[in-house]
């Protein structure tokens, strides 16, 4: 008779049985968010995905090396992301959607009796509903303490991406080249073009970009820099700062005054 197949960390939760849950009895909930969409003609729909899901696992694993008790979600892989839809399938709930999910989540952790949550985002189009929904969450009773972060480098950490981009540029394809290099495409390579605005002070205002003018390929930036090691190193800054915070979130008991003394 075969063993039965142990999870590849504790917290895991898609490998861990209801009994293997209730004997963790967990502290903390982290739940990521990515997104499906394109990143250019180099990286795969799934980068956000496979970016935030690296990162949070890393951070649960540590925490929970440490004693922490922190239970792994899965992904959520469709998000915010009306920006990006003159592009074909770039995949999407609408704002209300994604808010309703998020509250629906954090309440059922509640009715298994987690206090703690962290949402850990990894897809752009996500943050203004992420606070909006925290605040939706902070005007209901009796729910969890929640908080979100993208992760959290240790203070006085230096990036080693050269050349900022804020889709499919060097950070992101860094950082695939860690994590799936085999989905990546270096053959594709490029400085690829931002779109410039016809009134240069919008940059200084909120607004919603349409995508298909501001990144014209679906990526934008230069991508020739990009390095596993580079990917690697910003990945695992992200993680250390996270994983303590997780591991000071399951320490701390929860209290109504919480996250107060």
């Not at 960390?9 to 982290?30: N, Q």
């Not at 799934?46 to 239970?71: F, H, I, P």
């Not at 899965?74 to 009306?82: E, G």
């Amino acid at each position: 008779m075969s063993e039965r197949p142990v999870p590849a960390f504790p917290g895991l939760l898609e490998e861990m049985t209801v009994e293997d849950v209730r004997a963790f009895d967990p502290e903390v909930v982290v739940l990521p968010l990515g997104s499906t969409e394109p990143h250019g003609p180099h990286l795969p729909m799934g980068t956000d995905v496979w970016q935030v899901t690296r990162l949070a696992r890393l951070a649960v694993e540590w925490a929970n090396s440490r004693n922490a008790r922190v239970l792994l979600y899965p992904t959520l892989p469709i998000t915010n992301n009306v920006n990006f839809r003159r592009f074909p399938f770039a995949l999407r709930v609408g704002v209300r959607t994604l808010m309703s999910m998020l509250v629906d989540i954090v309440t059922q952790c509640r009715d298994d009796g987690v206090r703690k949550v962290v949402l850990v985002n990894g897809h752009g189009g996500n943050p203004d509903t992420i606070r909006a929904t925290l605040r939706e969450i902070a005007g209901m009773d009796d729910m969890p303490f929640v908080c979100s972060t993208g992760g959290i480098p240790p203070k006085g950490w230096q990036s080693p991406i050269e050349h900022a981009s804020d889709h499919g540029g060097e950070n992101e394809t860094s950082r695939m080249l860690w994590i799936r290099p085999d989905l990546v495409r270096e053959d594709r390579f490029a400085d690829n073009p931002f779109g410039r605005l016809a009134v240069p002070l919008l940059a200084e205002t909120n607004y919603v970009r349409p995508w298909h003018l501001y990144v014209p390929v679906s990526a934008g930036g230069e991508t020739r820099a990009s390095s596993a090691a580079k990917g690697r190193a910003v990945t695992e800054a992200g993680a250390t700062g996270l994983a303590d915070l997780l591991v000071e979130l399951s320490a701390t008991p929860w209290s109504e005054r919480f996250p107060y003394e």
